[in-house]
Nanobody
Framework: QVQLVESGGGLVQPGGSLRLSCAASGFTFSSYRMSWYRQTPGKERELVAAITSIGGGTNYAPSVKGRFTISRDNPKNTVYLQMNSLKPEDTAVYYC?????????WGQGTLVTVSS
């Protein structure tokens, strides 16, 4: 089955850390650029971070640069998002995305809540 399954979301206090995981199946994970997006109610989904197919290149939204790190483990078909120094404005549903050209693929999302 072709799918992306996110995990690792939850409630964390400001300044805390979380690591999100996205497990891929049903396609050649190592061939594709992978990204994390996030969305809050009433707003458009925004790109948080992206990583090239072999992990040699990354890019980040200015709002998370220096705090978040995207990485991937191709043998495990998994992409990660390490989130440090979390802020209340990081609260959102986080989605994993596989850039497969004409057949893009989204995960179901995982909720991250940053609150004291």
């Amino acid at each position: 089955q072709v799918q992306l399954v996110e995990s690792g979301g939850g409630l964390v206090q400001p300044g805390g850390s979380l690591r999100l995981s996205c497990a891929a199946s049903g396609f050649t994970f190592s061939s594709y650029r992978m990204s994390w997006y996030r969305q809050t109610p009433g707003k458009e989904r925004e790109l948080v971070a992206a990583i090239t197919s072999i992990g040699g290149g990354t890019n980040y939204a200015p709002s998370v640069k220096g705090r978040f790190t995207i990485s991937r483990d191709n043998p495990k078909n998994t992409v990660y998002l390490q989130m440090n120094s979390l802020k209340p404005e990081d609260t959102a549903v986080y989605y994993c995305y596989a850039d497969r050209g004409a057949r893009p693929l989204w995960g179901q999302g995982t909720l991250v809540t940053v609150s004291s």
